[in-house]
Each structure stands twice: as C-alpha cells, then as structure tokens.
T-cell receptor, first 121, second 112 residues
Framework: GAVVSQHPSWVICKSGTSVKIECRSLDFQATTMFWYRQFPKQSLMLMATSNEGSKATYEQGVEKDKFLINHASLTLSTLTVTSAHPEDSSFYIC?????????????????FGEGSWLTVV | GENVEQHPSTLSVQEGDSAVIKCTYSDSASNYFPWYKQELGKGPQLIIDIRSNVGEKKDQRIAVTLNKTAKHFSLHITETQPEDSAVYFCAAHSGSARQLTFGSGTQLTVLP
C-alpha cells in the first residue's frame, strides 16, 4: 500500500485564488519531504525541499512567495499555490524518505505520493 | 552536480519479449540507484533499487545491473506484459545530495 499520500488528487481553481495540497507520510516520520512539478511527457522537476520545523529550501527559479511550503509536523507537508494562474496548471508530486533506521524501510529509499493534478481556469 | 542520462526515450516491444533501459550518471559519489514506474496520471512507484556495493539485483521479472566503473546502470524487464506499459525513470543519489537526480524517462509500450 501507499506510504506517502497526497490530497487532493485533483483540483480545479479559479485564476487568482490559492490552493493547498497536502502530503502525508503514512508509516513513518519524515523530517524531509520533497515537492516536484511535472509537465506532460517530461521528467520530474524538483521545486523545493521541505524541512520539518524550518524553512523550505527552494530550487533556483522557483518563486518561494508563490509556492508556499509548510512542514508543520513529522508526517505532513503542505504546498500552497498562491494567486494561481493558468500557467501553474500542472501535476504536483511529493516524496518522502524514511529515517535510515525505520524498519522495514531502508535508508535512501524515497517514496512518492500519488500526485495532485492542478488545473487553474 | 549529478547528471543522469537515460536511453531510449521510447521503447516498444512485443509481449513476452525483454526490455532494457539504460542510464548513465556523472557523480562517482552516487551510491543509490532506484527505478520508478509511472503510469499515466499517477505518481512514480518504486519498482527496484540497487546500492553501489551490489552489481546486480533481481526481483521476479525485473532486474537491475550496475557498473560503477563505467557509471552505468540498467533496468531489465523479462517476459513483458501489457501492464508493464508505462514511463520508467531512473535516478541517482549520493550521500551528500539531499535529493534524487532523475533521468528523462522512457515510455515503454508492450504490444499485445
């Protein structure tokens, strides 16, 4: 079964509004989660690294004020797309890595959520 | 930083045949190499991984090989089935890196 869950799986919002996507680790505590964006027929593009209890680390070119990330607990990270525009429409995916000693998981293994489709109209 | 190249970008095989997808990486410090399968509209699913202290790993019809000297690793799928059709991504991770570096993906189509 899934070990990382995202919600919602798809969302449609109006241009100018904000939308929040949740990422939860189900069987382990994740001090670090990752947010990706994927365009059709392309690879995953890392947007930011979410750190529990501290500020997220954004990749170059990603607007931190537009893509707000909050890692409020060891099992939940949220991505909020603020003032969404049609060009923000995309597939957003999160991932998490269990701690190295978290049986039955082994270190380095990274699990992905099911993804969230965002359509801005 | 790490750079991962993946080939081919598309691959069509007849049901029952084998499929091979190859990746190369640039950072000799990389020590973990997972493969993900992504079906349309879904998140990537880990199907197999290999660490740098192992040369080959097999799980039923899926195997991964690693050549550290040449910085190559490959995914082998035998006895392919239509449900194997998906996009496959390789990735590399080093102990010093915080995240995975992905290849560009391979669209595998298994023809019935």
């Amino acid at each position: 079964g899934a070990v990382v869950s995202q919600h919602p799986s798809w969302v449609i919002c109006k241009s100018g509004t904000s939308v929040k996507i949740e990422c939860r680790s189900l069987d382990f505590q994740a001090t670090t989660m990752f947010w990706y964006r994927q365009f059709p027929k392309q690879s995953l593009m890392l947007m930011a690294t979410s750190n529990e209890g501290s500020k997220a680390t954004y990749e170059q070119g990603v607007e931190k004020d537009k893509f707000l990330i909050n890692h409020a607990s060891l099992t939940l990270s949220t991505l909020t797309v603020t003032s969404a525009h049609p060009e923000d429409s995309s597939f957003y995916i999160c991932s998490a890595r269990p701690p190295g000693q978290s049986f039955p998981y082994s270190g380095n293994t990274i699990y992905f959520g099911e993804g969230s489709w965002l359509t801005v109209v | 930083g790490e750079n991962v190249e993946q080939h081919p970008s598309t691959l069509s095989v007849q049901e029952g045949d084998s499929a091979v997808i190859k990746c190369t990486y640039s950072d000799s410090a990389s020590n973990y190499f997972p493969w993900y399968k992504q079906e349309l509209g879904k998140g990537p699913q880990l199907i197999i991984d290999i660490r740098s202290n192992v040369g080959e790993k097999k799980d039923q019809r899926i195997a991964v090989t690693l050549n550290k000297t040449a910085k190559h690793f490959s995914l082998h799928i035998t006895e392919t089935q239509p449900e194997d059709s998906a996009v496959y991504f390789c990735a590399a991770h080093s102990g010093s890196a915080r995240q995975l570096t992905f290849g560009s993906g391979t669209q595998l189509t298994v023809l019935p």
